[in-house]
């Protein structure tokens, strides 16, 4: 059982959240949190260097991302059971959800070694809140599959569903989302692209879905995109 304390003399692995945009949000906590760490994991250590850097942390750094992370998770796992202090960080957002994470946390929990969260920002949630779409019951289905029958698949499995459909996309795809979207739910679905989320450039689309497939279609679009797609009839 991982009774939470951060006092504990064992080592412990520390699930740190980090800024989706703006580097203010980096909780006090965090910081301290990452500066008593013995090492880094990050899924880009040259991203991590900048944040690093902002808060003027000095502690070394190792890659961790989706290409190594069947390798790394028990080498970390095993500087854990050492003793070490290992924090954990993603590009952006809470690690493990939809980036890296999960393989390192199992084998804690295997060895039932201490999980320490210290939570933060979180792009799907952040745009959940904002969207004036429904909160009280949401499904998160993170990054659809990269070809069109893929995705319309998932969407099919829930056209039903009776509350928003929270989805990460790229701006690569967003546009191809968005027609498939319109083609599984149909043109009146009320959906929410929150683009950029605490950056210069933050952007909220709402509308129905049919306001928005043929200008994305239409332009070159930049920036990362979380998109809410609201229930059957729902209407804002």
């Given at each position: 059982m991982n009774s939470g304390d951060e006092s504990s003399a064992t080592g412990s692995l520390y699930l740190v959240a980090t800024p989706i945009g703006n580097l203010g949000d980096c909780s006090p906590r965090a910081k301290e949190t990452l500066a008593t760490c013995d090492l880094i994991a990050c899924e880009d250590t040259r991203v991590t260097a900048k944040l690093?850097?902002?808060?003027?942390?000095?502690?070394?750094?190792?890659?961790?991302?989706?290409?190594?992370?069947?390798?790394?998770?028990?080498?970390?796992?095993?500087?854990?059971?050492?003793?070490?202090?290992?924090?954990?960080?993603?590009?952006?957002?809470?690690?493990?959800i939809s980036d890296p994470g999960f393989r390192v946390v199992r084998e804690c929990r295997r060895r039932n070694l201490p999980v320490v969260p210290v939570p933060g920002p979180n792009a799907a949630i952040t745009a959940?809140?904002?969207s004036g779409l429904p909160t009280d019951k949401f499904l998160y289905l993170g990054?659809?599959?990269?070809?069109?029958?893929?995705?319309?698949?998932?969407?099919?499995?829930?056209?039903?569903?009776?509350?928003?459909?929270?989805?990460?996309?790229?701006k690569y795809r967003v546009a191809k989302?968005?027609?498939?979207i319109e083609n599984v739910f149909g043109p009146?679905?009320?959906?929410?692209?929150?683009?950029?989320?605490?950056?210069?450039?933050e952007t909220f689309y709402i509308g129905k879905i049919t306001d928005f497939t043929i200008p994305f279609a239409?332009?070159?679009?930049?920036?990362?995109f979380v998109l809410i797609v609201g229930p059957a009839g729902y209407v804002l």
């Open positions: 690093l850097f902002h808060l003027g942390v000095k502690v070394p750094t190792t890659s961790y991302r989706e290409e190594n992370e069947r390798r790394k998770a028990p080498e970390l796992v095993d500087r854990i059971e050492r003793g070490e202090k290992i924090g954990l960080v993603s590009d952006a957002g809470f690690p493990a959940l809140a904002v990054f659809l599959p990269n070809k069109s029958a893929g995705r319309c698949r998932v969407l099919e499995q829930w056209n039903d569903f009776p509350g928003s459909l929270v989805i990460y996309e790229s989302a968005l027609a498939d009146a679905r009320i959906i929410c692209i929150a683009r950029e989320i605490t950056k210069m450039h239409e332009k070159k679009v930049k920036g990362e």
